[in-house]
């Protein structure tokens, strides 16, 4: 009896101590601690995926809180509501696609581990709200998780939204295909053609520098992360970047997402169209949009017109046309992005790429055990043949309904390509390596979605650094990714101008200095370079003369009428007039007028991307200011050059700097002592290597 007494006491003594133990875990929680290197750069060490998630969220609010919220205003429809009626036509696109109402009511169709990473990452968010009232904008919202769900969705739309806006416009104005504005580069060197006995890769996003594309940098540790890279801000975990094992890129350049349907519209009823041999009705939505006014706040009302495809995007005479996008639905790209954070091998990577959340896209991978691959990926229709579907098609009829969507087993994609690397600046798979097996004639056209021999002056110059180099060590592979030569097509034009000038020097005399310094010039646009700026004068003035001077002609090395010859001649004497005039003479080095700028603070920036001529380093600006000046404030955005060896080596450099706030000494330390200088900043990605370089530490306790 006594041993059974003895026994229960101890028994229920042993359940008190284990409750209070649980107890007290649930109301302590855990630990995380944010590092910040000597560029202010956030190293998030927790013991678990959550807490490094709530690291996360509070130091992109430390860094970025107004970006962050009003990120999330977007995403929803709402800036009208604070920042007025220049955002009302803004507010009405995102009602249109509902990313608001799909991500909250299809919000718990998320993994669960997911929705967890999520929710902690906006507890951080607000975590440092609470602490710091006074960041916080009077027209802020609270965060909530599925606020961060239709940010990933207002993120991507622009890429299947431009390709249905793309379709509509070869359909109906016979144009051809508009330029997104969104490019990049990506490459991965492996096998023979390194010299560092692993693969090396570059991740070389290119947009605009302002709010969410601005993307924010750090570091992951903890649980089963260990991860460095960049993320739009507003949204948790790595977009591009590399974990322990693996590396990857994305660039623009994918399969066809979207489609247009032409409808045909009952003449006696607008809201009514033909399916199927019957007049069906339009869904009609009426949103309300509240606009923000100096007589305080006003609400603008706004139709929603919907057939079975996709909402009505123009209407003219009896018909209409309806946008499908095959993400209309889609919640779950802050899922893949965690899966692809986490993956440890090709194999896992490939499954989280299989979710096909990615916009649009030229994958491109690379890893530890010596792997390559690529993959054109997107969530692809499965369309039925018989139609252009670069064209609006027919929506009359059950003819033209998607079948369903493409495996990834579908796309087109490659595995270590026997040359030993593979670049896609936004190129075709056709030329993205040496004798590229990946020709279109083994796709449908909508899954390849170029020729066989589309290329760029970025693309053909990363061929040009290939064909010039056996090897490629760490320090070329750095210099690759800040390169600021243009390719060998810029050759021709020089030779042209010359033979016009040779043709013609008697009445164009005045011009021996430019037509000099043109011709000696390296094709390098370095900050000190004159025959860039000359060169680039003379180039402006050609566009305005472009149908007098046959592209075709001079790319072909061909001769050149007179007229044309003339023409050319005439632009270098208005470009050098020009350059008198604003600079007080034509001996401008190219840092002079290019330059990068961060609050009043400028400085020399090589490099360009700007009508047509365009290096690897693409940076791309404004026109010239009223003193002649090119302020740049797009292109490059978060260069990284990764070595795949044990243990992983990383470099990176950002335009300004890691905070937005003017008074941190983070604001535009990387302009002036990275970017400027095209120069990239080891990330101290290993632990022993931040500790050499740490500025701050702050732990905070994760709720």
Known sequence: MIHSIVGIFFGTLSFLCLLASAFAAATVGHEVTIYRDIYGVPHIYGDSDEAVAFGQGYAQAEDRLETVLKAYLKAQGKMAKAFGEDWVEHDYI????????????????LSPDTR??????????????????????????????HHVVALARYVIWGWPLGQAMDDLNRGKRARSESESGKGSNQWVIG?????????IALIDPHLGWNDEWLFHEAHLHGGDLDIFGFIPVGTPGIGLGHNDYLS??????????????????????????????????????????????????????????RTHHGPIAEREGNKAYAFKLSYADDVRLAEQIYKMNRARNLGEFLNAVGMLQLMPQN????????????????RVPIRPDGYDWSQPVPGNTPATEWLGIHGQEELVQILNPPAGFMQNCNISPGTMTPNSPLTPDRYPDYIYRDSVDGSNSRGRRFMEIMEEMDQVTEEDALRIATDVKLDAQVDAWRQALRNAYKANSEEFKDLAEAVEIIDGWDRRADTDSIGMTVFFAWWEFSRKLADRIPANLVRERKPLPTDAQQAMLTAL??????????????????????RLRRGERTWPLAGIAKHGLVTLRAVSGSDPDEHGIIYVGGGQLCTTVVLLKHPVRSYSAVPYGQSEYPDSPHYADQAEKLFSKELLKPTWYQKEELMEHLESKKTLNVP
């Open 94 to 109: 995102q009602r249109v696609w509902r990313h608001a109402e799909i991500s909250r009511q299809r919000y718990d169709e």
């Open 116 to 145: 967890k990473f999520i929710e902690y990452f906006v507890a951080g968010i607000k975590h440092f709200m609470s602490e710091h009232p006074e960041r916080v904008p009077s027209w802020a919202e609270q965060p909530e998780p």
């Open 191 to 199: 096998g023979r053609r390194s010299a560092e006995g692993c693969v």
């Open 248 to 305: 990857w890129a994305c660039t623009t350049g994918g399969p066809d997402t979207a489609d247009v349907y032409e409808e045909e519209i009952n003449p006696d009823n607008p809201l009514q169209y033909r399916y199927d041999g019957q007049w069906r009705d339009m869904t009609v939505e009426t949103v309300e949009i509240e606009v923000k006014t100096d007589d305080g706040m006003k609400t603008v009302q706004r139709e929603i017109h």
């Open 363 to 378: 994958v491109m991978y690379g890893d530890i055990y010596g792997n390559m691959y690529y993959v054109r990926t997107g």
């Open 573 to 594: 004497r208005e470009a050098t007039s020009y350059m008198q005039k604003t600079y007080g003479s034509i001996q401008i080095p190219w840092g002079d007028v290019h």
